[in-house]
Each structure stands twice: as C-alpha cells, then as structure tokens.
C-alpha cells in the first residue's frame, strides 16, 4: 500500500485545514486509515482513524475539533481540522492497518507527512 498526504500549510488558530491521503495499491481500500501527528521533539501521536465501512474514531483530546471520512471510491481519506491552536502545528503523516487501532506500531504502512502550522 502506497499513502500519499497532502493538504498541509500554514494557518492562523482557529482556522480550518482539511488534509487528504490517497491510497494506492491492490487491497488499499481493505484498509484501516489512520492519521498521526508529530511535533518537533515530540513522539508520533495518534489523531484518528477509519474503516473501510466508516467506522471511526479519534483521540480525545482532539474529538469535537477533527472529522475523519473516507471515500472509498477514490481511496481517499480526509481529515477536517477545525478550531486549530497552535499546538496542533506538526507534521501529519497517514498510515494504513489491517485493523482499527490507535497504536502506532499497528500501522504497516506510512505516508510522507504534510506539515501543518498553526499561527497564534
């Protein structure tokens, strides 16, 4: 499974950004997809994820100001991004799991990042 993010830049708090990361690869659309977050100094974080039927769900410290939906037919998964704070600025990286799951290390496959920053 090949991920790519994109959506990245740069955005005063309290604004909006809403991420995508295509997947390509015969079974992709079998495939949890999930997104992270690392800050500079900081371990890869968990922010959301979904399933290929839409099941999801989302770190709480983040629900409430993130959406994650996917849209099968393009292999695509989107993570809107409301009410930024400064603290979300990282980069954000999409990854790909053979079940839902919050747990890095059950994550096989990983995307490039898109870094994202929040100005106060």
């Known amino acids: 499974v090949q991920l790519q993010a994109s959506g990245g830049g740069l955005v005063q708090a309290g604004g909006s950004l809403r991420l995508s990361c295509s997947a390509s690869g015969r079974t992709s659309s079998m495939y949890v997809l999930g997104w992270f977050c690392q800050a500079p100094k900081k371990e890869r974080e968990f922010v959301a994820a979904?399933?290929?039927?839409?099941?999801?769900y989302a770190e709480d410290s983040v629900k409430g100001r993130v959406t994650i939906s996917r849209d099968n037919s393009k292999s695509t998964v989107y993570l809107q991004m409301d009410s930024l704070k400064p603290e979300d600025t990282a980069v954000y990286y999409c990854?790909?799991?053979?079940?839902?799951?919050?747990?890095?290390?059950?994550?096989?496959?990983w995307g490039q990042g898109t870094q994202v920053t929040v100005s106060s």
């Open positions: 990854a790909a799991a053979r079940f839902l799951s919050g747990v890095r290390a059950d994550y096989n496959y």
């Open positions: 979904i399933t290929w039927d839409g099941t999801s």
